[in-house]
């Protein structure tokens, strides 16, 4: 795919963790991203807060994995929390209409991160995830449909293209 994946750090502390993402998170980290903490909430993590101080952007596929990670933590415990986003990162969340989702938390605490081991997905996990993650924005904000209508279009006839190949 050729796309380079963000660096990700986590400091897990039991029922909650940090995670840090450094350089560009796009499609190509949001599956490493998801298993990572999809291993944290096995291990019983329900509270993320993701330091993005070093996040130089998100693409919609990666901020469409965090809604999806709402989701999936319940979106009355609010499980993830925003630390630091810049300028840029903020108004894709606030362009999407899923800023809401998140709260804005002011300090990390004592929190040590450690570089987080993830491995990079096969074309076929990324599109199907892309698929699923521009499908969630669409379900949390109605006006996401029209931005993301053409790019899920696309997605299910590259899923049906691999699956014929």
Known sequence: MGQELAQLFVADLGGSAVVRISGCANFASSV??????NGLIDRGCSQFTLDLTECKLMDSTFLGVLVGMTRKLG????G??????SKQVHAMFDNLGILELFDLVKSLGEAEVANAEVASAAKRELTENSLEAHQTLMDVNPKNEAKFKEVTR??????KRLDEA
Request: aromatic fraction near 14%.
């Open 154 to 159: 696309f997605l299910e006839e590259n899923l």
């Open 80 to 85: 993830i929390s925003l630390f630091n986003p």
């Open 32 to 37: 490493p991203f998801k298993k990572l903490v």
């Open 75 to 78: 979106q009355a415990a609010r």
